[in-house]
């Protein structure tokens, strides 16, 4: 089945640090979402991208879909501690998603 | 309003116990998802309903019946199941099937003894 490779698996930073974290695959994808879920709660949605080369801010978070559909990145400025959580980066093809392996991140006040 | 709700929380149960999960959205969406996640794993899909049928069934073990009486609610019923069973049981939605983001619930935790 598809794979997405999610990376960095972890990241420990210091709070007002910019982040960067990103995911790619072997497969075509129509819709990249980002998730970010906390302990014992739902993932929450983040930001939807729909077109290749699309870029699109939420706040203080940036993503963007790959132009080769394959990729996309998510981009957090200036992190708080509040940022502290596990992402997932999820791509559409068809009826499913597939996720990615998710990217814990810990910010030191 | 983009809210998902599960009940109940948190749920223990036996091997030899039935019991259901509940999942309920009134944002109008006619696709609703059962998923099942590990600890630091990410969400693996279960099952699909599209339009209150059962479209999408990844191969899941009969011990997890699915069942969507209307389009706002989702059920999972339990039965026999087994410790590895223990996990964090999510329901999404979206307003279409495949075409749309999905919004999640919290999740209900269940622990298999």
Redesign the interface.
Known sequence: GQQLNQSPQSMFIQEGEDVSMNCTSSSIFNTWLWYKQDPGEGPVLLIALYKAGELTSNGRLTAQFGITRKDSFLNISASIPSDVGIYFCAGRAGNMLTFGGGTRLMVKP | D?E?T?TPKHLVMGMTNKKSLKCEQHMGHRAMYWYKQKA????E?MF?Y?YEKL??NESVPSRFSPECPNSSLLNLHLHALQPEDSA?Y?C?SSQG??TY???????T?LTVT
């Open positions: 983009t998902v599960q630091k794993k990410p969400p899909l699909v599209s479209s999408i964090l999510l999404a099937p495949g983001e999905q919004y999640f619930g919290p999740g935790r």
